[in-house]
């Protein structure tokens, strides 16, 4: 391990600054990610709690049906998302932390380092992918409420 000085140092800090960007950027993403997944869940708990109570007619529990079926879709994709979204956040921070080990101990790691950055790179592509796909099933779902009520579906 070799003694880094201040102006040795400096580039190395410029260099892991785009990393915590990320990291603050993808902790939005799940934040919101996290909030639609406990949405859902919660509007699956209601409904779930209508349908045992009982009182709708055939077609509104068919409606309420199909409805748990898109949720339970969307549970999957949201936490498939969540996961693609936080192992981006993960590569990010060992990218920081190799860049850093590099730098001390001067390793001829950058190879390491890209793979790192594009298994970053494409959790989150593939984080808002699935997220695009989240938002069309929610609208999927509203669809079904509004041919319930008798009102022309969005395209």
């Known amino acids: 391990m070799k003694d880094l000085s201040l102006t040795q140092l ?7 600054v785009g990393p915590v960007i990320l990291i603050s950027g993808v902790g939005l993403l799940l934040l919101t990610l996290t909030n639609r997944f406990g949405r859902m869940l919660d ?7 209508e349908i045992s109570e009982g009182g709708q007619s055939p077609a509104a529990v068919a409606n309420m049906n199909d409805q748990i079926e898109i949720l339970h879709r969307r549970a999957r994709i949201l ?40 298994v970053a790179m494409l959790g989150l592509i593939g984080s808002m992918i699935t997220f695009i796909g989240d938002v069309n099933l929610s609208l ?13 579906a969005v395209k």
Do not use: N
Request: net charge positive.
């Open 140 to 152: 999927q779902a509203a669809q079904l409420d509004w041919k319930l009520i008798g009102k022309p």
């Open 79 to 118: 936490r498939l998302s969540i996961t693609m979204a936080a192992i981006t956040v993960l590569c990010a921070g060992v990218l920081i932390l190799g860049l850093f080990v590099a730098a001390l101990w001067q390793v001829e790691m950058v190879a390491v380092l890209v793979a790192i950055f594009c």
């Open 43 to 49: 509007r699956s708990r209601a409904i779930i709690r």
């Open 10 to 16: 400096v580039p190395i800090l410029q260099l892991a």
